[in-house]
C-alpha cells in the first residue's frame, strides 16, 4: 500500500494550522505589504500580521483615518487625562454641508471623491497629538488636547476655510466644491464626564452652525478655561496654522 506524503508546510510547524488564509487576503486587498516569513522569521512575521490586523481595525477602509471604535478609545483616553491632569481639550464635530445632494447629482462615487478630499483636508490641519477620525456617513471628528478656547477657534476656522477653498475633480474640466459646519465643545477640566455627554454638546453647537446657515464653526465657549497661550507658546503656536508663503 502506497503512503501518500503531505507536501511540507511553507510554514513553520507550530504556524501551519493557524488559518491565516482569509486575514491574508484581506491585507492584501488593503494595500498591506508583509515582510517574507523567510526574511524576518516565524515570530516577527506573525507579529507583522498581527499588527496589520490591529491597525485595519482602527481605520476608515475609504478614507485611511481612524475609524468609530478607535475614535471612541481616544475619546475615554482623553477624558482621563483632562480628569486627572486638568488641561483644557477639545472635540470637533464636522459635517459636509449637502453632502446627500452632492451624491444625488453626481453619484456615489463622486460622493466617495468627496469623502476622501475633506479626509484629506483633515489629516493636513492637525497636530500630531490630535486624532481625526471619520466617525460615518459624511461625518468627521477631531480630537484635540492641550486645546485652550483661541487655539480651537482658530483650528476649527483653518479646517472650514481649507475644505471650502478645495475642488474636487470628479471628471475632465468638471470639479465640485463642499463645505463644512463644526461644532466644538471643551472636556471639563479636572472632570469625568461620560463621553456621549461631550459629544452631544458638540452636536448641539453644530447644530447651530447648520441653522446659522452652514459653512461656519460654533464652539461652546467654556465658563472657566484659562488661556495659556503665552505661558507655554512652543505648545499652542497658532502660526503652525498659517499658511506659508
Known sequence: MSVVRAKPSPLAPDTATLRL?????????SGHV???????????????????????????PLTGLANRRHFELALDREIDRVARAGEPALVL???????????????????DLVLKSVAHVLQGCIRPMD?????????????????????GQTAA???????QNRSVLIAPGQEVSVTVSIGGAFAPQRARIPAQQWLSRADQQLYIAKREGRNRARLEVPPML????ESRPALFDTSWFHEAK
Open 21 to 29: 488564509d482569509a486575514a491574508l487576503q484581506l491585507l492584501e486587498q
Open 34 to 60: 508583509l515582510p517574507s516569513l523567510h526574511a524576518v522569521g516565524r515570530a516577527a512575521w506573525l507579529q507583522a500580521v498581527i499588527d496589520s490586523l490591529c491597525e485595519l481595525s482602527s481605520q476608515d
Open 93 to 111: 464635530m464636522i459635517d459636509i454641508d449637502n453632502f446627500k445632494q452632492v451624491n444625488d447629482t453626481y453619484g456615489h462615487a463622486t460622493g
Open 131 to 151: 486624532t481625526v477620525s471619520r466617525i460615518g456617513g459624511e461625518e468627521f471628528a477631531i480630537i484635540l488636547p492641550n486645546c485652550p478656547f483661541d487655539f
Open 157 to 163: 476656522e483653518r479646517v472650514r476655510t481649507k475644505v
Open 226 to 229: 484659562p488661556s495659556e497661550a
